[in-house]
């Protein structure tokens, strides 16, 4: 699961205007956050009526792994509008926003084993969560924030057009939830028991650049 939010208040200056079109110069503040919640889950039924492990019994493996960034910065750019013939022009917006990078990364897990005829026992730690990488982590750096947004807007009425579109956002050092796995997993700390040896998955802060794509369609009217 993964959703993203975005916000900006900007002053725009016109800088240039002629018969062919029109560009602006932009500043501001802007406010990104972006979330992503992987959850892992493992439903094991002992069905070797001779094995270790009685006959019937289920274990509940649960691995999740959850981050979190907010970006706070200031921004500035350009917006530029041609104009194509009486009824149709392009705009091409560019904007880069500059700050900090407010990140997080909470890691869990449990394994629940019910053995038939015996209350359920649940241990901490599931397979690629253990108690060697649970926790609660924050991590904050500098942030760069670039977007573009490339416009064609057809004018249907007198202060009313059709506006369709293509938008790019990136984000840099951004925490996901797939780069906070590590996979060397000791396995001598499965299912709650003591560490024994390396202390494996550990946990190491790993970035990742996000880009974000899109297609945008509205109507728009000014007046």
Request: glycine residues 14%; negative net charge; charged residues 15%.
């Amino acid at each position: 699961y993964s959703e993203a939010y975005s916000a900006a208040g900007l002053l725009r200056q016109n800088i240039g205007a002629g018969p062919l079109g029109r560009i602006d110069m932009l500043g501001g503040y802007r406010y990104f956050r972006y979330r992503e919640d992987l959850t892992i889950r493992e439903n094991l039924i002992s069905t070797n009526p001779g094995g270790l492990i009685p006959l019937g019994t289920t274990t509940d493996v649960i691995d999740r792994f959850a981050t979190g960034n907010d970006f706070h910065g200031g921004e500035f750019g350009f917006a530029g509008e041609w104009f194509l013939g009486p009824s149709v022009s392009v705009e091409l917006l560019t904007k880069v926003a500059l700050g900090g990078l407010f990140g997080r990364a909470v890691i869990s897990g449990n394994t629940v084993t019910t053995i038939p005829g015996l209350p359920s026992s649940t241990a901490p730690g599931g397979l690629l969560a253990l108690p060697t990488n649970i926790g609660s982590r924050s991590d904050n750096r500098f942030g760069v924030l670039p977007e573009l947004n490339l416009n064609t807007v057809v004018l249907l009425a007198p202060h009313t057009s059709l506006t369709i579109g293509y938008t790019l956002i990136v984000l840099t050092d951004v925490l996901s939830t797939g780069s906070q796995i590590d996979r060397s997993v000791n396995p001598s700390q499965l299912g709650g028991q003591p560490l024994q040896g390396p202390a494996r998955p550990a946990f190491d802060f790993q970035h990742s650049m996000l880009v974000l794509q899109g297609i945008n369609f509205g109507l728009e009217y000014r007046w």
